[in-house]
Every structure is written in structure tokens, then in C-alpha cells.
């Protein structure tokens, strides 16, 4: 995510021109000097004292200086506060001595990020368990209204740096640059942020956060691969013949049908995009002949553990609609948490295509509830319902009825094994608006389906 990069380069003041040579793909170049810093903005001396203090003195310290407790949440470089600090330098005795201080544990920084982020970015498993007994936000619901993030200003009249001249041209900088501020103009003036979950670093600590609620389904690609026991493969174990035959998406013919196609494993083990199979077998097709190539790099695909260690991903899409590689998938993937796994394949007709659904286990299957789809498939006002059988895998359509989300995606939905029921929240809504068009908006309201008779009802 930008705002990701550009907050943890600017909160530790990092040059910009880094920024911009990330942007410009000359991050690595390996004769770049220690280029100039911004001058930071001012911060009482007092604070920045302190955070000296949380950075590279002791415990003992910082538990010496508890008079300047009142300087806690003063922000310093970047907006940060002392706890923001203490996590930073992933010292847990120091982070505890501040919650004891009574630290706000929701506090922001310029960026937005609060406590739980940084620990997670930070890849602090100690900080972030300590954050979630307290029941910190997890990226839902910010406790403060979001700042809005003026980055793009720092882009102002940046001159070429040397360690790029030659390699682009005054022109080509000026037009990133411009390009880049108007980027981040637009992104920041309506500040969003997403669950923590997104950012994690490791395996240790993603599970911390689905036992404290997270949907696995929203955790970045890598850290599921390690977790579900994917290899780390960068070799195509298939042949030509394999790729020509398998290598556009198909719908299953039977409910399921086992679809174990060389060139799909391939895929799935490597963890490639399209364009990289493409690449790799001289397909320059893409668009004198239509039609994706088969992928599993997908968003929207949902990902559910089963008590047994096994681990079922369903549907997901790849790219946007205007790629050449875009298709939508409604297949299943079972993985054996070891590294090996069945593909199965459903009819379009017993299962449409589906991505940014939810996938709930419950006693008797998985629930599949909402999707974004295809536009020929949206549905104003209904909600799709479908449950997967984990002992055939076998799909099947549940006929629903009361006060419906709507067509509905992106959202979080968790099962009440007390009532039976299955309740969902956030997410967007597919709607009609009065000219006709369409449009998705935030879904504001929580709704519960009842397994007992199907029936929904809209929360109060």
C-alpha cells in the first residue's frame, strides 16, 4: 500500500528522494548516498527528549523519568507518541511501563496509524498480543476521526537527484512527480484505513489476530502461502502441451469436478500472475486472441482453516475488468496444509462466479454469503447464499428469505454456534440509483441469518 511506504519512510524521516526512487524503480541502486532529509516540523524539546530517551535508554530509564508522564502523549517526529515510539523499538518491558502510565492505546500518528498497527508492521508478536487484551481497534472502527495526510506537499519542485540523472530525464522526473502528487492528493484527502490484518508480517502473528476475530481472507498472499505450507517454487513443472491445453479458466461439468490440471498446479504452487505464465511460454496472444489465462494470484477469494489442519480457498478474481487476464473464478481449492492440494471445479449455473464473499464454517459446511460478481449477476436488494459440503464438496444454492443485506461484499461475517446464526457487517452494497445507474456504497447496518429456517433479520 502507498500510504504504508510513505509512512514508515517519512515517520522516520527517511529522505524523500528514497521515495522517489522507489517510485521510479531505481530503489536499489547500489552508488545512491545518504541523500538530504526534510527539516521536520517543530516539536517541544521536551518531547523529543523523551522519545531520545524511549529509544536508547533503559527501562530503568524511562521508569526514572515517570514525572514527564504528562508528556506521554505529546506527538513528536511524524506525530508520534511515546507508545508509538516505545513499539518502534520493539522493547516490551517499555511498552508495558507506558500502558501502566496509562498510554493511550488508540492514539495515531500522522498517518493514522495507531498502537496495533505498528506492532504489526513491525512484526512484534509480545506488543501486538499486550494491544488485543486490552481490545484495541483492529482497523474497523477508529476510536478518532482520520487526519487527513498531506505527503503529496513534499513532492513540491523536488529537483532531479544526481544518482538518477542519465538514467531518466528532467522531463520524466517532473512528470512523476507530478503524477505522484496528484496520486496522493486524491488518496489522502478521504482517508480510509483497513483492518491490521492486511499489514502482518509473519504467521505468528496473523494468528493472533484471527483468534482475536480477523478474517483470514484479508491477510496479504505471502503470509497465507507459509501458513497453508505452499512452497516457495519459481519453477514451471509443465510443458507447452500442458499450457496450451489448460490454460484458460473452465467451469467444471459435474458439482464438483476434480480439476487437477498440471499447468493449474503449477500455478498454485508458484504463486505467479497470468502475465508471468504468458511470458514464460512465449504466449504473446493476450489480446489478438481473447481469453485469461488460468491464475491463482486473485483478490477476493475467501479462505477458511478446518479444524483438521486442512485449509479450503474459494473463487477470487484476477485483475480489473479491463485486462486482458480478468475472469472471475468459482472454483475450490482444498490444501492439505503441507503443501499439497485438490482443485475442484463447479457448473457456472450451480455456482456463479464469486469473489469478495465470506465464507463462514459452521456445523454442517462453509457458507458462502455475497459477492461482487459480474455486473450481468448483481442483484439489488438479494443476497446469494450458497453452502459447501466438506464431505463431498459438493455446492448448493440456500434459499433464503426476510430482510436481506442486499448484494453485498467485502464485509465480515462470524457464527454464533449459541444461536446458530450467522451475523454480518460492513462491507458495500451493490444499488440502483435514480438515474438508473449503479453505484456501491458502505454498508452501514449489521444482519443476522438464522440456520434454523433460513430467515434473515436486519439488527438494530
Request: net charge negative; glycine share 8%; charged share 25%.
Given at each position: ?162 544518482e538518477v540523472k542519465g538514467i531518466i530525464s528532467e522531463e520524466q522526473w517532473r512528470q512523476q512527480m507530478e503524477t505522484m502528487r496528484d496520486l496522493l492528493r486524491e488518496h489522502h484527502e478521504n482517508p480510509k484505513v483497513q483492518p491490521v490484518i492486511t499489514d502482518v508480517n509473519s ?33 514451471f513443472r509443465s510443458i507447452t502441451s500442458d499450457y496450451q491445453r489448460h490454460k484458460n479458466p473452465s467451469y467444471g461439468k459435474f458439482n464438483p469436478e476434480l480439476m ?201
Open positions: 500500500m502507498m500510504t504504508q511506504f510513505l509512512s514508515s519512510v517519512v515517520r522516520k524521516w527517511v529522505s524523500l528522494p528514497i521515495v522517489c526512487f522507489a517510485l521510479c524503480g531505481c530503489f536499489n541502486r547500489p552508488e545512491m548516498k545518504t541523500p538530504m532529509k526534510p527539516s521536520p516540523p517543530s516539536i517541544d524539546p521536551a518531547v523529543a527528549e523523551l522519545h531520545e530517551l524511549i529509544e536508547s535508554g533503559s527501562v530503568a530509564d524511562l521508569r526514572t523519568a515517570r514525572a514527564k508522564s504528562p508528556l506521554i502523549e505529546s506527538p513528536g517526529y511524524s506525530g508520534q507518541t511515546a507508545l508509538l515510539v516505545a513499539i518502534s523499538t520493539k522493547d516490551i518491558e517499555k511498552v508495558k511501563l507506558l500502558v501502566e502510565l496509562g498510554a493511550d492505546l488508540e492514539a495515531t500518528d500522522d498517518f493514522n496509524d495507531t498502537p496495533l498497527r505498528y506492532a504489526v508492521q513491525h512484526d512484534f508478536p509480545t506488543a501486538v498480543e499486550l494491544l488485543l487484551s486490552h481490545n484495541v481497534d483492529r482497523g474497523y472502527h477508529p476510536k478518532y476521526p482520520l487526519k487527513k495526510i498531506e505527503a503529496w506537499k513534499f513532492f513540491s519542485d523536488l529537483p532531479l537527484p544526481k504467521v505468528e502473528v496473523l494468528k493472533l489476530l484471527l483468534n482475536a476475530g480477523d478474517d483470514l481472507s484479508l491477510a496479504p498472499a505471502e503470509i497465507k502461502r507459509k501458513w497453508i505450507g505452499l512452497p516457495e517454487e519459481s519453477e487437477n490440471f498440471d499447468f493449474w498446479k503449477d500455478m498454485i504452487r508458484m504463486g505467479v500472475n497470468a502475465y508471468a505464465a504468458r511470458r514464460h511460454f512465449g504466449d504473446e496472444s493476450s489480446f489478438s486472441v481473447p481469453g485469461a489465462v488460468w491464475c491463482f494470484d486473485r483478490l477476493g477469494s475467501a479462505l477458511v482453516p478446518l479444524p483438521d489442519g486442512r485449509f479450503v480457498q474459494i473463487g477470487g478474481e484476477h485483475e480489473d475488468y479491463y485486462d486482458p487476464d480478468f475472469f472471475i473464478y468459482n472454483d475450490v481449492v482444498v490444501h492439505d496444509g503441507k503443501g499439497d492440494f485438490q482443485i475442484y471445479g463447479y457448473p457456472k449455473d450451480t455456482f456463479p462466479p464469486t469473489d469478495f464473499h465470506s465464507a463462514t464454517l459452521c456445523p454442517d459446511g462453509i457458507y458462502i454469503i455475497g459477492c461482487l460478481g459480474y455486473m450481468d449477476q448483481r442483484q439489488q436488494g438479494f443476497t446469494p447464499v450458497y453452502r459447501l459440503s466438506l464431505d463431498s464438496w459438493k455446492i448448493e444454492k440456500v434459499e433464503t428469505s426476510g430482510e436481506m443485506p442486499g448484494w453485498i461484499h467485502k464485509h465480515q461475517a462470524s457464527y454464533d454456534a449459541d444461536q446458530h446464526k450467522i451475523r454480518t457487517s460492513g462491507g458495500e452494497l451493490h444499488v440502483v440509483v435514480g438515474d438508473g445507474t449503479t453505484d456501491l456504497i458502505p454498508n452501514a447496518d449489521q444482519f443476522e441469518l438464522d440456520l434454523a429456517d433460513f430467515r434473515w433479520k436486519k439488527l438494530k
